[in-house]
């Protein structure tokens, strides 16, 4: 069965921490990979999107790496902020699944107090 | 670009009566989904279409209809509403990845916010 997994489910530091959260696939035979953020009521927002040949993204503190041989992805939060507080998904494209469909983690819900 | 636009944003049904949530794109994506969000369940992918006049179902397709007559439309109809079908709502569409130089990113909208009484 292909699944993701996130953990931790829950976090909460300081502000100024640098963070990791981790998410595992079941199977290395994937697409891309995709960390999503989703504010409390709100939908989810895209943050990186590795894809299979790569080994990392970045877009400003984050930083998402792949490595599909271990099934894993991690995104890394430099510097965190209250403002990065929010529930962070990850979901994966396998190759061989139904073209398009992607499987999602719970997610991690990030707490950064002041 | 509006991006992936849903309505309602928040709607209140009783046991047994039907309703239409509405999902429009206008990036010209090949494939749109809708999933549906519950506290200690996550994501769960509904039906799905990879292009108009295709659709097929997810994982939790019994109660729900779709069809999709154009690109940029994919509606989620519920057909007799029951209290298990409360949920958060997400309709989502990206490009095919067999799009030559398209990485299948998804794109979401904000949510339909359903309650069956």
């Known amino acids: 069965k292909q699944e993701v997994t996130q953990i931790p489910a829950a976090l909460s530091v300081p502000e100024g921490e640098n963070l990791v959260l981790n998410c595992s696939f079941t199977?290395?035979?994937?697409?891309?990979l995709q960390w999503f953020r989703q504010d409390p009521g709100k939908g989810l927002t895209s943050l990186l999107l590795?894809?299979?040949?790569?080994r990392e993204q970045t877009s400003g503190r984050l930083n998402a790496s792949l490595d599909k041989s271990s099934g894993r992805s991690t995104l890394y939060i430099a510097a965190s902020q209250p403002g990065d507080s929010a529930t962070y998904l990850c979901?994966?494209?396998?190759?061989?699944?139904?073209?398009?469909?992607?499987?999602f983690g719970r997610g991690t819900q990030l707490t950064v107090w002041p | 670009n509006a991006g992936v636009t849903q309505t309602p944003k928040f709607q209140v049904l009783k046991t047994g009566q039907s309703m239409t949530l509405q999902c429009a794109q206008d990036?010209?994506?090949?494939?749109m989904s809708w999933y549906r969000q519950d506290p200690g369940m996550g994501l769960r992918l509904i039906h799905y279409?990879?292009?108009?006049?295709?659709?097929d179902q997810g994982e939790v397709p019994n109660g729900y209809n779709v069809s999709r007559s154009t690109t940029e439309d994919f509606p989620l109809r519920l057909l007799s509403a029951a209290p298990s079908q409360t949920s958060v709502y997400f309709c989502?569409?990206?490009?095919?990845?067999?799009?030559?130089?398209?990485?299948?990113?998804?794109?979401f909208g904000e949510g339909s916010r359903l309650t069956v009484l």
């Open positions: 590795i894809q299979s040949s790569q």
């Open positions: 979901a994966v494209l396998y190759r061989g699944s139904t073209l398009g469909r992607l499987y």
């Open positions: 989502a569409s990206s490009y095919s990845i067999l799009r030559t130089g398209n990485t299948g990113e998804l794109f």
């Open positions: 990036m010209n994506h090949e494939y």
């Open positions: 279409s990879v292009g108009a006049g295709i659709t």
């Open positions: 199977d290395s035979a994937i697409y891309n």
